[in-house]
């Protein structure tokens, strides 16, 4: 299956570092946050990605187009027409990547719709690229093929970042700090989607169609939505404070660098 990574966004709550570069380029321990989550699903075996370019998407291209000359030594020739020459890549992948333009202001569902023509196999992931995680994708996968739906979208429990009223009327009946007990809470939409090929079919071909909204509004009276539960580690970069986190956590012991 390929992977298609939305990367479109404008990340306006991350305004420190979207104002000069599209967030997936947003750096956690010196490498984009897109790399991380390549990087994982490498891990599994999946090295053919589709990514969905839109605000500044010329930064992805130029990146993966010099990916090794940004990652090693290199000596480039003037007198042979800058010629260049690597020296011992520091970082080698053997990934396929299909860069694809969705426009500035097209929607997830659009860009997913308009990545559809590098689609060939009948099953395709999903993802956004602003989020890392260790959710284990051949679990995720056998879970999608047993439930023979068309989506199954991976919800996940992070902790909440503020204390928690439980409420009877107008009145608090418990105060916790934080919910800490993941059964105790509804599970939110990590992506980590796998669909199978028909998916495409229920996107309208409408730059303002997202995919949290008619597409998925379609999948759900059907029984067609499956929800695989990912009761480990996922930490979104909404914000910048998210992005400090990443960074304190790459430095220490990252739960996602699994591979």
Known sequence: MKVIILCGGMGT?????TEFKPKPMVEVGGKPILWH??????HFGYKEFVLALGYKGDIIRDYFLNFYNYNSDFTVDLSNNGHVQVHNACIK???KITLVETGDN???????????????????????????SNVNIKELVDFHTRMDTIGTVTGVFPPSRFGDLVVKGDMVEKFKQQLKDVECQPPINGGYFVFQKAFFDCIPDDPSINLENEPFDD???RDQLSVFRHKGFWQCMDTYRDNQLLEKLWQKNPPWKIW
């Open 13 to 17: 709550r991350l305004r420190e570092e």
């Open 37 to 42: 989550i390549m990087k994982h699903y490498a």
């Open 93 to 95: 992948e053997d990934w």
């Open 106 to 132: 097209s929607m997830t569902g659009y860009r997913t719709r308009l990545c559809s023509q590098y689609i060939t196999e009948d099953r395709f992931m999903l993802t956004y690229g602003d989020a890392v």
């Open 219 to 221: 999948l759900v009276p």
